[in-house]
């Protein structure tokens, strides 16, 4: 059977398949019904304090307005509230308030909410981070004021239609965490030197190699019409951490929303909401500093939202669901060593706040051991073909990208520091590397295993709400098709099993490394290695002639006696110059006893291996990329074999 859906094939059992017929015919001959409102939430009085700095700061003026945005849907006896505020981010408590006085106006569940931060890092202090204290009275106010909208987007309920659309926008948001060579290490705030990879190295930093993880580049439009056409709201999703702005500012998200709303008239609501950025912002630095503007850079994303609008095709009937599930996890505290250190140091603190990262850090490891568990709020939508993710975290943009790969729905848009803000999430392979997203304090305090927790979790939600099961993930390499006996894509997103995508001999990662970086082509993605390993054992495999290869991409040039494979544990020399950020090519050709280095195609000379191979490991020695490594139980050259 293929699925109205998405038009994948599904087997689903008699009495599911019966109940989604029956269930589908009803929901289009009722259709939905959607309304969209939104309430300023500028401040009354000045300055104001401003968060997400490592230190306190205040703004004085308004750099345009702020705005809790929301859309209610209505589906027979489901309705569902989608806001987005002009805000840092918000505590779980804070947003539980304002979900209660809303669901006691309207009648909407508390269950079927979902609001959201924009991250602006230019709004009023909503909660306390870091080295800021929160703005009490702003955010004692504010919960009111996500309630009105939501309470003013029910009461403009109408016979609507929906559709969704994306766009890629590749030059508009990149990896902001680089990886620094492993003589330029950083020292973080305790005093140790443990920062392989950081964030905002500085443009043209020599001192740094490649970033650390992929980004989401998808531009989504949720785009809500009533039936006769007239905009009702869009929501926007884009995975960048922020722009930047002078005094209290909406950042580019205001900017965004009104120029778009202004684009398609008839003054809809339009919400761009924070996508999967914890690792992300607007800056390629491997290039020079960009020139343009907040306004330039709004409009730019506008254009391609806009083209993307106008394509959207609409549907009044939708099956609408949602599910929410808490996740209870535990904090990082410190060791005794360190809260002793903490405790000394904020009480040498001459100020009344923090003075600099040291003092910071300090007072966040007492509120981590004061409070070292905490319940994440993690919730699913269901709208017709779209799934909505809610997730209370800065996440890295691999996890939405693991997501999305996984969904059982065609498009999935996922709305990070959503319901609460329990900070950055790396996935536990980027612990190792260091750095500001991983320092335990409020802001990355959860436990190491908090990431596939949190992935595990949604994508069972989005079970629940689709009706059917998650998609596997495969490789995408166009290797496959020239039946290796065994290819590891080193494409995998997730730390733990090397996949072997013909099926015989899974491998395993270890160590430091980064998955799912960039590949020699733009299909391939690749492993980055910085003191972590690639390991598999080939059982089975003694044919009298094999080929060995696979791509390379050298982060610091490495001389001819550099060790990049072992094959069997024995050291297999490069016996050639590694070219730094040079993606290569590198085949071994073994027959008769004899084998043959060919680089990019071209013979090199004799290398020593042995006749058979029983296990492979890569990158225990080797800084850089390494992708698509493929077995071969027959001679085989990249574009051409020979028998």
């Known amino acids: 059977m293929t699925s109205i859906y998405n038009g994948e094939m599904r087997v689903p059992r008699i009495a599911a398949l019966l109940f989604l017929i029956v269930s589908v015919t009803t929901t289009a001959a009722a259709g939905i019904r959607a309304g969209a409102a939104q309430v300023n939430i500028n401040p009354a009085t000045f300055p104001v304090i401003v968060n997400c700095g490592f230190l306190e700061r205040s703004g004085k003026e308004m750099n345009g307005d702020l705005f809790a945005r929301s859309i209610v849907i209505e589906e027979g ?268 140091t904020v009480k040498s603190q001459k100020g009344e706040i923090p003075a600099n990262q040291p003092e910071v850090y300090a007072h966040e490891q007492i509120f981590l051991r004061d409070t070292p568990r905490r319940e994440l709020k993690l919730q699913a939508i269901r709208i017709g073909d779209i799934a909505i993710t809610a997730i209370p975290n800065e996440v890295y943009a691999i996890t939405g990208l693991k997501l999305k790969a996984q969904s059982p729905l065609p498009r999935t848009v996922n709305i990070e520091l959503a319901n609460g803000s329990e900070g950055y999430i790396p996935p536990p392979e980027q612990h190792l590397f260091g750095g500001y997203t991983t320092w335990a304090a409020r802001s990355a305090g959860l436990e190491t295993t908090a990431e596939p927790k949190i992935v595990e979790t949604v994508l069972t939600l989005l079970e629940k709400t689709a009706g059917w099961k998650r998609k596997p993930v495969t490789t995408r390499s166009a290797t496959l098709a020239t039946k290796p006996f065994a290819l590891w894509p080193l494409d995998d997103m997730t730390f733990g099993t090397a996949s072997d995508a013909v099926g015989r001999n899974p491998g395993k990662y270890t160590g430091r490394v980064a998955m799912y970086s960039a590949g020699p082509t733009a299909q391939m993605r690749s492993t980055y290695f910085a003191g972590g390993a690639f390991e598999a054992a080939v059982k089975g495999f003694e044919p009298p002639a094999y080929t060995l290869s696979f791509w390379m991409w050298p982060g610091i040039a490495m001389g001819p006696g550099a060790t990049i494979l072992k094959l069997n544990g024995t050291p297999v020399p490069a016996a050639f110059e590694l070219t730094a950020k040079t993606w290569r090519h590198v085949s071994i050709v073994q027959k008769g006893g004899q084998a043959t280095l060919y680089i990019d195609g071209e013979a090199r000379g004799p290398v020593a291996v042995p006749k058979s191979i029983q296990s492979i490991q890569m990158g225990e020695d080797f800084e850089g990329r390494i992708s698509d490594i493929a077995l071969y139980a027959r001679p085989y050259l990249q574009n051409k074999s020979s028998k």
């Not at 306390?128 to 919960?143: I, K, M, N, T």
């Not at 580049?217 to 722009?243: C, D, R």
């Open 77 to 344: 006896s489901t309705r569902i509230a989608i806001t987005v505020v002009d805000s840092c981010m918000m505590m779980r408590e804070l947003i539980d308030k304002a979900k209660a006085e809303a669901s006691a106006k309207t009648g909407i569940p508390v269950n079927r909410m979902l609001i959201s931060a924009t991250h602006a890092h230019s709004a009023p202090a909503a909660m306390a981070c870091l080295g800021s204290r929160q703005q009490r009275d702003y955010a004692e106010w504010l919960p009111g004021k996500i309630a009105e909208a939501i309470v003013a987007a029910n009461q403009k309920l109408q016979p609507a239609r929906i559709g969704a659309t994306s766009v890629d926008a590749p030059n508009h948001t990149f990896t902001r965490r680089w990886i620094y060579q492993p003589n330029k290490m950083l020292t973080d705030p305790f005093g140790e030197v443990s920062v392989r990879a950081n964030m905002i190295p500085g443009f043209e930093n020599p001192n740094v190699i490649a970033p650390s993880g992929p980004v989401d580049s998808e531009l989504s439009v949720v785009s809500i019409q009533s039936t006769k056409g007239q905009p009702i709201a869009v929501l926007a999703n884009f995975g960048n951490h922020y722009f930047g702005a002078s005094g209290i500012s909406p950042d580019y998200f205001g900017l965004f929303d009104k120029q778009l709303a202004d684009r398609i008239g008839g003054s809809p609501v339009v919400m761009m909401s924070q996508g999967t950025s914890g690792d992300a912002n607007t800056a390629n630095y491997a290039k020079p500093k960009p020139t343009w503007t907040i306004t330039e850079y709004a409009a730019q994303l506008v254009d391609l939202a806009f083209g993307a609008y106008q394509k959207v095709q609409y549907t009044p009937g939708v099956p609408l669901r949602m599910e929410e599930a808490l996740l209870p996890l535990g904090r990082r505290v410190a060791s005794p060593q360190r809260l002793e250190w903490a405790e000394k």
